[in-house]
């Protein structure tokens, strides 16, 4: 039986290693799986040897604040793969941290896929040069990545986005709201705040608040919150109390796409989720917030015009971004007011192409790859 060892800790990266370990058996191999991954791929068999938690942490500054733990699980990594010499390690996002498992693994002989990996295209270009080095297979979402790669002679083959059947298969818009509670005509604003502890912390009281303002031009408007685990419900009713007063918002957790189905609008934190709100084609607005310090960082060295991977696709606003001190409750609050009505069908119009752009490699592919560098 060959060992594999997989690091995916977040929701969006667990929906990766999902799908990886599925190909995997269907391409015949028969593996042992551990790592450092969340619950759902524990469930799914994933011998967990350490706390992924602080790979949650966000922002130069907070990762600063936060070295010694990730120092700590970085050594906890390196000593299971000396001791246990995985065929490959299977490496998803967190490219600060991963970047370095994948030079030590690769010093250890041992073969490196790399999912997700750093947005070169946005950022640090210059890390290709590091990637060829460390690097055996890159597995991309985007099919603009694959020239990147090819060009420095990275071996590279586009995942379909498990976004693609996932939002595919949520529940239709009447079915989601009777799951819900809400009825047929409601109007309901969803607010997806994160995955994050720390996103909540900086977000939801300004949350709390653009949902008060709304609501004030829109007294019957229904609001649901989609968090992705229980433990992130205290941190919201917290800070929406603070941002707010007493939390009447219908709170809903680890049923995103529900949440989705049953809105007519949605306030959408940056990541992941706004790629899962387009792909089922409902309006929003998007707003984000880090760290002063890491935000002039990080907009210093961004080369693309956007942050939400909706706008970066299609190469136009479509979905509008407030971040950092712009993403005032009024200001908000006064942007996704229209998307009820006549803008919001406009949005949506502009968004039907998104799915078209994220189409990957076959499955037979991927599984090539998959016997390749597991066996």
Not at 93 to 116: C, E, S
Not at 138 to 167: D, N, R, S
Not at 357 to 371: I, K, M, N, T, Y
Request: overall charge positive.
């Amino acid at each position: 039986m060959g060992k594999v060892f997989i690091l995916a800790v977040e929701r969006s990266g667990e929906n990766l290693g999902l799908e990886i370990m599925e190909n995997a058996t269907a391409a015949g191999l028969d593996l042992h799986w551990s790592g450092v991954v969340g619950s759902r791929l524990q469930t799914a068999g994933v011998e967990n040897i350490a706390d992924g938690e602080p790979l949650a942490i966000i922002g130069l500054v907070e990762v600063l604040r936060h070295y010694g733990a990730l120092r700590r699980l970085y050594h906890q990594v390196v000593s299971h793969l000396k001791n246990e010499r995985p065929t490959c390690v299977i490496l998803i996002d967190h490219p600060a941290f991963n970047m370095r498992i994948a030079k030590a693994a690769k010093a250890l002989g041992i073969r490196v896929l790399y999912v997700v990996g750093p947005q070169i295209w946005a950022w640090r270009g210059q890390r290709i040069h590091q990637i060829k080095q460390i690097v055996d297979q890159m597995l991309v979402l985007f099919p603009f990545e694959v020239p990147i790669y090819a060009e420095a002679g990275v071996p590279v083959q586009v995942l379909a986005h498990p976004l693609l059947a996932q939002t595919t298969a949520a529940p239709d818009r009447l079915t989601a709201r009777a799951a819900l509670g809400f009825a047929a005509d409601d109007q309901v604003l969803a607010l997806l705040p994160g995955s994050r502890r720390g996103e909540l912390e900086k977000l939801s009281r300004r949350y709390a608040q653009t949902a008060s303002l709304l609501r004030e031009q829109m007294p019957r408007l229904k609001i649901v919150v989609a968090l992705a685990r229980d433990e992130l419900a205290s941190a919201w009713k917290h800070q929406w109390e603070q941002g707010a007063g007493p939390c009447d918002a219908l709170v809903v957790i680890a049923q995103t796409r529900t949440v989705l189905s049953a809105a007519n609008v949605v306030l959408v934190a940056s990541g992941t989720a706004t790629l899962e709100t387009a792909l089922m084609e409902r309006p929003a607005v998007v707003v984000y917030a880090l760290n002063a310090l890491t935000y002039a960082f990080a907009r210093r060295l961004v080369k693309t015009p956007f942050v939400a991977m909706p706008n970066i696709l299609l190469k136009e606003s479509v979905y509008p971004e407030f971040l950092q001190d712009a993403f005032k409750p009024g200001q908000v609050a006064a942007a996704l007011l229209p998307l009820f009505t006549d803008a919001g069908h406009k949005q949506v119009q502009r968004l039907k192409q998104i799915r078209d752009l994220l189409q990957g490699d076959s499955a037979e592919a991927l599984q090539q790859v998959l016997r390749k560098m597991l066996l």
